[in-house]
């Protein structure tokens, strides 16, 4: 067929866009990580996405040989912590959306996976990730049943005026050489069922009753006496993310396990939140990024009106639109992580990359979906599973809309109040 006149041939951009050239390192784990995005992640999401929750986790479950072969790969905390702040945030830029862009789900496990040992590490205790290494399976445990997003509210920025807190749903208190825990932690625990170690966010028990604002932080080993977990959660998006309660009924533990205590509660928070949401901006500009790549595929594949869909004006300007959203959410969070991992961390920057990264992959899989047509209903294709992952993107690790809503108190100046 004849080249059309109106379509000129233009400089091909990389996998991540227009990107100025990496260094040597980061273009070598870039490739390694796209190549096990590719190979392994999105052929084991795919399937993870098709079954039962209790599947996903079962003994011959897919997901653990996706698994093996991640921490085979040896990108963990250690080795992003060991590059200078410049190359540790390009780093991990790369290493969450080359994940985001192979599977959602996978990659939430494996960030969430990482917390504890990146919380021992931030918080200076190398005697606790000595103890518990990366290698084991971690999650985080701040949500309960009663308290989603005033878990994530520890300073009250956003607490409604007339609003009362009520009783948290997990306590932990000191009684002599140990720290004891009661209670539960929301469904929503990511790898809650399978974790090997949980950071744990809770209240801490005080004369005048539990005080959710100032609480403890605690490394639980989950094999501890005491602690138990409920089924996995079936859920719309990334299915492949295995989620669940966590019970801790009379569970002790010595002393040292204790990361943070009443006084430095609410700087751990922002510490593990400002990291959390710095790596959702990355995986879900990865997220985006796969539907944007999926969609430029088919509107050269799929004819109407005798042409490849890309030639009708209306399917090339959307396609351009979504090239330029994943494009900003990229610079976006690779600005945001140098920004925090080079000073003072801010959390409403983190909170930026988040709501960006997250509000992008569902406009992108979104618009991916209608260039698909009805193609892009179907379970044949693979557009409907991105955009449900992404829709789960926008509540997870803080709702967006409160994310924005505290992030905007961070920028008012109090001295100016
Ligand atoms: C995929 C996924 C993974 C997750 N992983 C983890 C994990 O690893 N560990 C963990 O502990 N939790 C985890 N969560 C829980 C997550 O952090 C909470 O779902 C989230 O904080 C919202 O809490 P909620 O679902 O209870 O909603 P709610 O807090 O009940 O909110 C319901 C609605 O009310 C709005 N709302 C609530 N409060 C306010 C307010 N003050 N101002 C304005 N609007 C408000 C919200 O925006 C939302 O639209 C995960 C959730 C998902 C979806």
């Known amino acids: 067929m004849n080249k059309p006149n109106s379509i000129k041939k233009s400089p091909r951009l990389g996998p991540l866009g227009a990107e100025p050239p990496l260094f040597d390192t980061a273009a070598m784990f870039q490739e390694s990580l796209h190549r096990y995005a590719e190979e392994i992640m999105r052929p084991v999401g795919t399937a993870l996405d098709r079954m039962a929750p209790d599947a996903v986790v079962?003994?011959?479950?897919?997901?653990?040989?996706?698994?093996?072969?991640?921490?085979?790969?040896?990108?963990?905390?250690?080795?992003?912590l060991s590059f200078e702040p410049a190359e540790r945030a390009k780093m991990m830029s790369i290493f969450f959306e080359e994940l985001g862009w192979g599977d959602a789900g996978l990659s939430i496990s494996f960030g969430a996976s990482m917390l504890p040992a990146y919380m021992c590490a931030a918080l200076g205790r190398q005697d606790l990730l000595a103890r518990?290494?990366?290698?084991?399976?971690?999650?985080?445990?701040i949500t309960e049943p009663d308290h989603g997003s005033d878990s994530l509210d520890p300073n009250r920025m956003i607490f409604h005026a007339?609003?009362?807190?009520?009783?948290?749903?997990?306590?932990?208190?000191?009684?002599?050489?140990e720290i004891v825990i009661n209670g539960q932690k929301s469904a929503w625990v990511s790898n809650g069922t399978i974790a090997?170690?949980?950071?744990?966010?809770?209240?801490?028990?005080?004369?005048?009753?539990?005080?959710?604002?100032?609480?403890?932080?605690?490394?639980?080993?989950?094999?501890?006496?005491?602690?138990s977990r409920g089924k996995p959660l079936d859920k719309l998006g990334q299915r492949a993310l295995n989620q669940g309660e966590v019970f801790f009924d009379d569970v002790r533990l010595s002393l040292d396990h204790v990361l943070a205590g009443p006084d430095t509660f609410q700087e751990a928070v922002y510490i593990i939140h400002t990291a959390a949401n710095g790596l959702m901006g990355a995986v879900f500009t990865g997220v985006g990024r796969a539907a944007f790549e999926m969609a430029l595929e088919y509107a050269h594949e799929r004819k109407q009106g005798g042409v490849p869909i890309i030639r009708h004006q209306s399917v090339a300007q959307r396609l351009f639109h979504m090239f330029r959203k994943v494009e900003a959410s990229r610079a976006l969070v690779n600005r945001v992580l140098h920004y925090n991992f080079g000073t003072e961390p801010a959390l409403h920057a983190g909170m930026a990359a988040k709501i960006t990264g997250t509000q992008t992959s569902f406009e992108v899989a979104s618009d991916a979906l209608q260039i698909f047509g009805g193609n892009g209903l179907t379970r044949e294709y693979p557009i409907e599973k991105l955009?449900?992952?992404?829709?789960?993107?926008?509540?997870?690790d803080g709702c967006n809309e409160i994310l924005s809503i505290k992030g905007g108190y961070y920028l008012a100046d109090p001295d100016r109040l």
């Open 132 to 141: 518990y290494p990366e290698s084991l399976i971690g999650c985080w445990g």
């Open 196 to 227: 090997d170690v949980c950071v744990l966010y809770c209240a801490a028990a005080t004369a005048s009753g539990p005080d959710h604002r100032n609480g403890f932080v605690v490394i639980v080993p989950m094999d501890a006496r005491g602690v």
């Open 162 to 177: 007339e609003g009362k807190y009520g009783r948290p749903n997990c306590i932990a208190a000191i009684e002599g050489d």
């Open 58 to 80: 079962a003994a011959d479950s897919p997901y653990w040989e996706a698994r093996r072969k991640f921490v085979e790969l040896g990108f963990g905390v250690e080795l992003l």
């Open 387 to 396: 955009l449900r992952d992404a829709r789960a993107s926008l509540i997870e």
